[in-house]
């Protein structure tokens, strides 16, 4: 099956600043890669998600950039704020009729004021 | 909406006790499925479905089973609880073709087994 792998496990970064979480997958046949945002204590919710028919996708402070060749896609938060501290979860679903989504292991994002 | 909603919220078992975890969707997803989230882990799937009267196992399936009877409900089965199944659990949906693909989680039930 599919594999994502997703790093770092843990970011700091100053108020202001970018931050970025990447993740690769394994199987080229993933189609959909959706970033979720969860809160201590609170269900995942999704921020941003993109298809394999595109390259980069933005709205507001966040992008998603995907790379097909090398399988692998990326999350970028610019003009962090305090609120943006919490894990991130990457995911990559399967094109077969099971449409598995697969989840990295996370990214703990501490935004400092 | 209510969207996907899940009982109980926080649940303590004792080794071997079984119990069933509740999970309902109000918007006609045809795919459910279940995961359990543990430290440094992610979300792994335990079982999912595609459509009613349709179940199949995802990454660590053992201990659990499933049944969608009902386009709405999809319950999870602990069948003899141990301590390695304390964990977060979510219930999830989507669209199973078509449309945006995302997945709408559950608010979460905390399982500690002793």
């Known amino acids: 099956g599919e594999n994502v792998e997703q790093h770092p496990s843990t970011l700091s970064v100053q108020e202001g600043d970018s931050a970025v979480i990447k993740c690769t997958y394994s199987d080229s046949a993933s189609n959909y890669f959706p970033w979720y945002k969860q809160e201590l204590g609170k269900r995942p919710q999704l921020i941003i998600d993109?298809?394999?028919?595109?390259g980069e996708k933005k709205d507001q402070r966040i992008a998603v950039t995907l790379n097909k060749t090398a399988k692998h896609f990326s999350l970028h938060i610019t003009e962090t704020q305090p609120e943006d501290s919490a894990v991130y979860f990457c995911a990559a679903r399967g094109a077969g009729t099971g449409n598995q989504f697969y989840f990295g292991t996370g990214t703990s994002l501490t935004v400092i004021p | 909406n209510a969207g996907v909603t899940q009982t109980p919220k926080f649940q303590v078992l004792k080794t071997g006790q079984s119990m069933t975890l509740q999970c309902a969707q109000d918007?006609?997803?045809?795919?459910m499925s279940w995961y359990r989230q543990d430290p440094g882990m992610g979300l792994r799937l335990i079982h999912y479905s595609v459509g009613a009267g349709i179940t199949d196992q995802g990454e660590v399936p053992n201990g659990y089973n499933v049944s969608r009877s009902t386009t709405e409900d999809f319950p999870l089965r602990l069948l003899s609880a141990a301590p390695s199944q304390t964990s977060v659990y979510f219930c999830?949906?989507?669209?199973?073709?078509?449309?945006?693909?995302?997945?709408?989680f559950g608010p979460g039930t905390r399982l500690t087994v002793l």
């Open positions: 918007m006609n997803h045809e795919y």
């Open positions: 999830a949906s989507s669209q199973t073709s078509g449309g945006t693909g995302e997945q709408f």
């Open positions: 993109i298809r394999s028919n595109v």
